[in-house]
């Protein structure tokens, strides 16, 4: 991270020099933390976050938690999209765009303004990732996603595309339809599609990971000693960043 | 701009895995700020174009299938943000795109769009966006062939609109606070908006008519634009079909196959990639 990451944005100083800030987007002090995870489907990315979420509490930090793709803005709109197979890659990431823009408005900054921690289970690098697999220029989709807060840490963790796999089918018997990349036609059979699509999700994953200062988790040790890893990093960012103001 | 490739012209990065390699039809877009008689334009120009022959498409802002009802029902709850309002008139826009006017284009028809991205350009500007974001945002659209931009100015959009059907929450941009009435909101609003239109007109060589004239004279001026440009489009077709046949009459004793064999564009493109795109129909 680079050296005053996060210590203020605007509507997109988070982003710079990756992004152009909207015009009116006065840089604000920010006190908050946030927090994010990645991870493709079945790398227990969620799980780690619930455990982190139950361990800021426990030390009496406040915190919310906010989820990729959950605003009420766009909600009707992507479910037809989805249930019709209406959606081609660029919509498919213009959506997630809206409700991400919804959530940062509303489900964010406020909270970063006021001081306090914000989870985030998944964040822009999951666009980044997936609309790059689906064949969007990267490059259109890191101007659309500049007006962004950059995360004061993003966890990556990392899990073979098999073990993903192996998890998913045993737990939900069922693979869900833009998940498994099925509207880019590489198989019909779901699991192959699967494998396919979220194969090159963790390629560009791996792609961007320098990029973007990822911590990386190998997904596949045992939950709890990824969360030990998870929580020495946390407590480092609230100890460096906790102190003092930055200039 | 970025001249895109197969011969299309992209805003920006342009849609990499959709096949824009022949695009047959010619894409015609009415610009102008609400009220200014865009839409009575639209539906003239296309009743004179059928009359000629013309297969037309219409496509007008917030129309697609996808979003429709969504920014309908933003609009009504006023539960939009800037960036959301920008973000849901993308998506709309990229839907009809690639669900209406690239396949139109495909099957050579003439696509009248009724507001393009330089709607959204305008109405984001005015509202706090950086010009070059939402620009970038709207990098995966197509550059119209012919942007005819409607010109007037806000007191005689005032009057009309005044006039006929009356003054709208959003078109006198109230989201804003302007001012303490929705006249001089609309006022305000829309003289910045036609500030934007005015700029952008260098900015992208719109072809500027007067909409302060009456409805004929107007529409007059389109069709001339408008068949100009249909008998440019004609010449480069049989230029280009000229191109295909002469090396079956003058070179027929090769042996060699004359049609081009397309290579994959780059290396990263896989073929099961670009299959995925919109299917030609």
Do not use: C
């Not at chain 2, 709309?92 to 009248?112: C, H, N, Q, T, Y």
């Not at chain 2, 989201?175 to 700029?199: A, C, P, V």
């Not at chain 2, 049989?238 to 070179?251: A, G, K, N, Q, V």
Request: aromatic residues 10%; glycine residues 8%; hydrophobic residues 40%.
């Amino acid at each position: 991270m680079s050296q005053n990451a996060g210590r203020e944005f605007g509507y997109s100083v988070g982003f710079i020099p990756y992004g152009k800030r909207m015009a009116n987007g006065r840089p604000a002090l920010r006190r908050g933390r946030l927090i994010v995870v990645e991870g493709i489907d079945g790398s227990g990315k969620s799980t780690q976050i619930k455990l982190l979420h139950k361990w800021l509490q426990a030390r009496g930090h406040q915190v919310v938690f906010t989820e990729w793709n959950s605003s009420d803005l766009v909600r009707q709109a992507t479910k037809r999209g989805k249930k019709k197979n209406l959606l081609t890659p660029t919509t498919f990431s213009l959506l997630h765009a809206t409700d991400f823009a919804d959530r940062l408005t509303y489900r964010i900054i406020p909270y970063l303004k006021s001081g306090i921690t914000v989870l985030a289970d998944r964040y822009i690098y999951t666009a980044f990732a997936r609309d790059s697999a689906r064949g969007v220029d990267p490059r259109w989709a890191r101007d659309l996603y500049s007006f962004a807060v950059k995360p004061d840490a993003a966890f990556y963790f990392r899990v073979p595309i098999d073990v993903a796999v192996d998890r998913i089918l045993g737990s939900r018997a069922k693979i869900k339809f833009y998940e498994a990349g099925m509207d880019l036609g590489l198989s019909p059979d779901p699991v192959e599609s699967f494998r396919m699509f979220q194969g090159r999700v963790i390629e560009e994953y791996d792609r961007i990971t320098e990029e973007f200062g990822f911590r990386v988790i190998d997904g596949t040790r045992s939950i709890d000693s990824q969360q030990q890893q998870v929580r020495s990093i946390v407590a480092r960012l609230y100890n460096e960043t906790g102190l003092a103001e930055a200039s | 701009m970025i001249p895109g490739k197969d011969g299309a012209r992209f805003f920006g990065h342009g849609l990499p895995y959709a096949d824009v390699r022949d695009l047959k039809g010619t894409l015609i877009t009415l610009e102008g700020t609400d009220g200014v008689g865009r839409t009575t334009q639209v539906a003239l120009l296309k009743e004179w174009l059928e009359v000629q022959g013309y297969g037309v498409i219409e496509t007008g802002w917030t129309r697609s299938e996808l979003m429709s009802e969504t920014i309908g029902a933003a609009k009504a709850g006023h539960n939009l943000n800037q960036l959301t309002f920008s973000l849901l008139y993308a998506t709309d826009f990229a839907d009809r795109l690639e669900k209406i006017i690239l396949p139109a284009l495909r099957s050579g028809f003439v696509v009248l769009a009724d507001r393009y991205v330089f709607t959204a350009f305008a109405r984001s500007v005015v509202r706090g966006a950086d010009p070059v974001w939402i620009r970038s945002v709207f990098g995966f659209a197509l550059v119209p062939d012919l942007t005819l931009y409607l010109k007037t100015d806000a007191d005689t959009l005032v009057r009309r609109v005044l006039g006929s059907r009356g003054i709208d929450y959003w078109e006198s941009g109230m989201d804003m606070h302007l001012g303490t009435d929705l006249f001089e909101s609309f006022r305000k609003y829309q003289w910045r908006l036609i500030r934007q239109y005015n700029r952008m007109a260098r900015e992208f060589g719109f072809v500027t008519v007067d909409a302060t004239l009456g409805v004929d004279e107007i529409q007059a001026r389109i069709r001339r634009r408008v068949q100009a440009l249909l008998d440019d489009r004609r010449m480069q077709v049989l230029s280009t079909s000229l191109d295909t046949i002469r090396p079956l009459l003058f070179e027929a004793e090769e042996d060699e196959v004359a049609a081009p064999v397309s290579a994959p564009r780059s290396a990263d493109e896989a073929p099961a990639r670009a299959a995925s795109g919109p299917s030609q129909d």
